[in-house]
């Protein structure tokens, strides 16, 4: 057996089986052997465990990091393998069966970056007997309605457009199999509107193929249709019909290339208690898939952290 210092983080990822679904779960140590605090973190859209390897080596700073992959993100079964829509709703109901499940006599505290924060909080309103089991609730980068998109109108439609089109079985398959090949994702992808600020400090080719090599795993470990129907599902978000009895603290970037900070602010204030904002000095929505621990220090900004220190 491997001593806990010799072990790599793929060591600590093993098999999941929830709810007739089967992915992937990472239960990291806390690299502080006096912080004891246990901490879920739910990744966003287009994800899987290993895109946030740097940011959930930072939070293990500071407890034990759970990370569960979500249905049809991170090469987890998607819901249709159980006949389920991919629902904001089922996703939240997913969540909540994890917690149950893992953390049954004690509290957490639960980071959600981005749509994983938009499925913490929906979470949190269809079940609220787990907000009490909440010490520290974070959103990082995170969203909770349609209008935080800074998208123009013209947009807007285009994708709403693009993901109903291929939002059914064989419609999602062609899209798989003709705009998602590994040859048109290194042709194409880096030069697309959504993709152009991820590679705009890639300085050499190396860097560059590490990049778009993972951005085609992510492309391929995600399940296209479960990519278009959450698409559809955020682009009509509405978060704020039901208030939860918590604080939230809100990381924001300078230059979120997706959201409006002082809309996100004004939708969030409604939904909580009470909001504490920070700043990342991270210049866009969501930093390269290749961040390491010491590049993604930069999403844990030091009053975060002060409260993350607070943990028992």
């Not at 034990?64 to 393998?81: A, E, I, R, W």
Request: contains cysteine.
């Amino acid at each position: 057996m491997k001593k806990e210092s010799q072990k790599s983080f793929e060591d600590y990822i093993f098999p999941l089986n929830l709810n007739g679904l089967e992915g992937r779960m990472l239960k990291l140590p806390s690299s502080n052997k006096r912080k004891k605090a246990d901490i879920l973190f739910i990744y966003g859209h287009h994800s899987n465990i290993e895109r946030w390897k740097g940011l959930i080596e930072v939070l293990s700073d500071f407890g034990n990091v759970t990370v569960t992959d979500l249905p049809g993100f991170g090469g987890m079964d998607s819901f249709y393998k159980i006949h389920k829509k991919p629902t904001i709703d089922n996703f939240a109901d997913y969540l909540a069966t994890f917690i149950k499940l893992r953390y049954s006599n004690h509290k957490i505290s639960i980071i959600g970056l981005s749509f994983g924060f938009v499925i913490v909080t929906r979470m949190l309103q269809r079940h609220p007997s787990l907000v009490g089991k909440v010490e520290l609730l974070v959103s990082i980068v995170g969203f909770t309605h349609k209008d935080d998109f800074t998208f123009s109108k013209s947009r807007k439609r285009g994708y709403l457009l693009g993901t109903n089109l291929f939002n059914g079985y064989f419609p999602s398959k062609i899209f798989r199999y003709l705009f998602l090949n590994k040859f048109v994702l290194q042709k194409i992808y880096s030069k697309t509107h959504n993709a152009k600020h991820k590679f705009k400090n890639i300085n050499s080719q190396e860097d560059f193929n590490r990049l778009i090599n993972f951005e085609i795993e992510l492309w391929h470990c995600n399940d296209v249709r479960t990519w278009m129907y959450t698409t559809i599902e955020f682009l009509n978000l509405d978060n704020c019909n039901k208030r939860i009895n918590l604080p939230v603290w809100h990381v924001m970037t300078k230059n979120d290339n997706y959201f409006d900070p002082k809309i996100v602010e004004q939708h969030m204030k409604v939904i909580f208690t009470d909001f504490n904002k920070t700043v990342s000095n991270s210049d866009n929505h969501a930093p390269s898939v290749i961040l390491d621990k010491k590049s993604a220090q930069s999403l844990v900004p030091n009053k975060l952290k002060l409260q993350l220190n607070k943990l028992k």
